[in-house]
């Protein structure tokens, strides 16, 4: 497993919203390759709101999934066209997410890619938001790494 720096930039508008909300955060984690999927495993940090959460990134050609273990439970699929129902559980209460994905697309090979999804999350069966995430996949080649291990794949 490579150490790498793990880019995450949103930008969230729901119908209310005249602006976006834009969050970008950077963690640092491990990225594998196994049977021709790639994992990157990192803990989620306090600039997320997700502290204490460990979270898996796996994709595929046209499919990736995050998988979010520890304080917040939760896993997401996207694929393009494809409609994805979840729960969202933290130490408080669970909420019932649905995903519809309009686009997905993954560049890049080795120890540098880039994943950007364009979905709409549905909370509860109430309107949605419209979100654009972009994870930018890069070798920690500064030593950046504070030497997560991470959860098994």
Known sequence: MKP???KVSSSNKSRWQDQAEKLEVVSFGRLAEKNGKYYVLYEETEASGLAGTKTTIKWEKQRVVVIRTGKIEHRQEFAPGF???SL???PYLTIPMETVTS???IGGSGSSWKIDLEYDLFYDAQDGNHINL???IEEDKQGEY???TGQEY
Do not use: A, L, R
């Open 83 to 85: 409609s994805s129902h």
């Open 134 to 136: 972009s994870i930018e």
């Open 103 to 105: 686009s997905v697309h």
């Open 4 to 6: 790498v720096k793990i």
């Open 146 to 148: 504070q030497g997560y």
């Open 88 to 90: 969202y559980q933290t």
